[in-house]
């Protein structure tokens, strides 16, 4: 086995712990620690309806900037207390720029309309209003969306 060989190991052990960390971060901080009911009922207002009607189209940023920000130190608490007693090999680059992704995607995710626009347009108009049987095809995609977001940003993370 070469140098290059454990260096490439070494990566790959890296990326799978970064990945498994910001998995789990992002099951805390989605659902549990990172978002107040006020954040939740509010990060994508207003309503196609509502802005017809004269509301305000910025109106719920703040609640969704503020479900972004508590997300992410939720996600940072958690990459910090695993890297107490595991030394990942973290640049603050790959760090800033991972998160970075993170906040961003989050956020525009968070809104609802670009799921739901996605859906549309991917020919899955009825998964993106499937609301029984315990199914709920808007919140399944926004999971697997912001799943596929974490995925890039350990990849930032990992080897910036």
């Known amino acids: 086995m070469t140098v ?3 260096e490439r190991i070494g990566t790959l052990a ?3 712990a970064v990945w498994a960390v910001l998995a ?3 099951a805390l901080a989605d659902h549990v620690f990172g978002q107040t009911d ?3 009922a509010n990060k994508a207002a ?3 309806a509502e802005v017809a009607a004269g509301a305000d189209p910025h109106r719920g940023w703040r609640a969704c900037l503020a479900h972004v920000a508590q997300y992410h130190l939720v996600m940072a608490a958690v990459l910090a207390l695993v890297r107490l007693f595991i030394p990942l090999p973290l640049s603050p ?3 800033v720029a991972g998160f970075a992704w993170s906040m961003t995607t989050h956020a525009w995710l968070d809104r609802r309309w670009p799921v739901r626009w996605l859906l549309r347009h991917l ?3 009825a998964f993106a209003e ?3 049987a315990g199914m709920n095809g808007m919140y399944l995609a926004d999971q697997a969306l912001h799943k596929g977001a974490l995925l890039v940003a350990a990849v930032l993370v990992t080897r910036l």
């Open 130 to 132: 499937l609301r029984t």
């Open 24 to 26: 789990t971060g992002h």
């Open 93 to 95: 680059t790959g760090t």
């Open 46 to 48: 207003p309503t196609r």
């Open 4 to 6: 290059h060989d454990i």
């Open 14 to 16: 890296a990326f799978g």
């Open 123 to 125: 020919a899955s108009a």
């Open 38 to 40: 006020h954040q939740a």
